[in-house]
């Protein structure tokens, strides 16, 4: 997971650090159509640094932290250029046979992808 997570969040403009993942209580498996499906919430705090961005991107990139994550949860550390965010997001744990487990990430941005590999009573959890 955190490997999922890294990737995701990594890129040349901005070094992210993934740090405390802690896992939430994990529906019990639910199947459906031949497999199990479990949601799960996941907490974990990021550090971004943007300090190789420009001024306009700093403020495009705390607008888009902020809305995502709510004011509450970004706080911008200026001598650092960083910023300290604590995200709560949700995953979907799918399995065949409950012994090997897939994670998808579920974000409301990618409900339209989501149909395409989620049965809709999950969908319709989130």
């Known amino acids: 997971m955190t490997q999922i997570l890294n990737m995701t969040y990594n890129n040349p403009f901005m070094k992210i650090d993934v740090k405390d993942l802690k896992i939430g209580n994990i529906e019990k498996p639910e199947r459906i159509t031949g497999e199990y499906f479990s949601i799960t919430p996941y907490f974990l705090k990021l550090k ?65 992808e989501l149909v395409k590999v989620l049965p809709k009573k999950i969908l319709d959890k989130f």
């Open 48 to 112: 971004c640094n943007v300090s190789s961005l420009n001024d306009e991107m700093k403020k495009k990139m705390n607008s888009a932290l902020t809305a995502k994550y709510g004011a509450n949860n970004v706080k911008y550390l200026a001598n650092e250029g960083s910023y300290l965010i604590n995200a709560g997001m949700k995953a979907c744990a799918v399995s065949k046979d409950k012994k090997t487990w897939k994670f998808v990430i579920l974000e409301k941005e990618y409900k339209k």
